[in-house]
């Protein structure tokens, strides 16, 4: 890895690029609520927290993670990925939080990171993809389709990455563990466990093997086969904006 991949790689990993994901929580404190155990001692909410982010994880890795590498390999399909995400994604409230989130990536793209794209032909081509896309969707209108730039998360890391000078396999890994750590810190927020808990988790070989084997799992699948693995999880995103009182925007 050179310095200036090293560089960004520590950028995109970093917990204070605002992204807004912290303000999600994957539909966790849906699943808090709908599945309150009769025995609420630490060990039964870490156990359930676990499997959830497991779970979570696996799914993220089946229906995003291809559009992610698609778009990483090939930064021209950016615009046709959108539209296929938008298209495969029926939960209204995470189709919400992707494109937030995205369009939050065009932002810190066009007003941090576009000056030091990375040297070589790939990266400059994903780079000037990336922000052509970004310029463009500040005037997109439905088309006689009703299709229309959306700007989801998923693809357009996966050009940020390759514009950064990224490897295909850092990209994949980053993506997924930016998603746990996201949901991480919504247990924390969430009273599952504590900071110091939330870390050692983050550090733990379960974890790594599991984000490991998700990627390799979903490494040459193409994006007409992704598929949701989880369909419950669905279920709890969908039905945060039902809760009484949240904390969470998903």
Known sequence: MTTTSLHALLLLS?????????????????????NKPKQTS????????????????????????PHVLTAYDDPATVEDLDNDFDASTPCTVARRASVAQGRALLGIWERAFKDSAAD????????????????????????????????HFS????????ALGLTAEDTAYLFLLNHAKALLSAAVRASVMGPYQSQAMLASGKLQA??????????GRRVSDTAVTVPVMDLWMGRHELLYSRIFNS
């Open 210 to 219: 599991c984000v490991k084997a998700c990627v390799d799992r979903e490494k």
């Open 42 to 65: 630490n060990s039964t909410r870490l156990l359930a927290f676990d499997a959830f982010l497991e779970q979570s994880l696996a799914n993220v890795a089946s229906t995003a993670l």
């Open 120 to 151: 070589g032909v790939e990266a400059q081509i994903a780079a000037k993809e990336l922000t052509a896309y970004a310029a463009a969707i500040k005037t997109a209108k439905p088309d006689s389709f009703g299709l229309q730039l959306n700007g």
């Open 14 to 34: 970093d917990s204070a690029l605002p992204l807004g994901s912290f303000a999600f929580s994957s539909g966790l404190e849906s699943f808090l609520s709908h």
């Open 155 to 162: 693809p357009l890391f996966g050009v940020a990455c390759s």
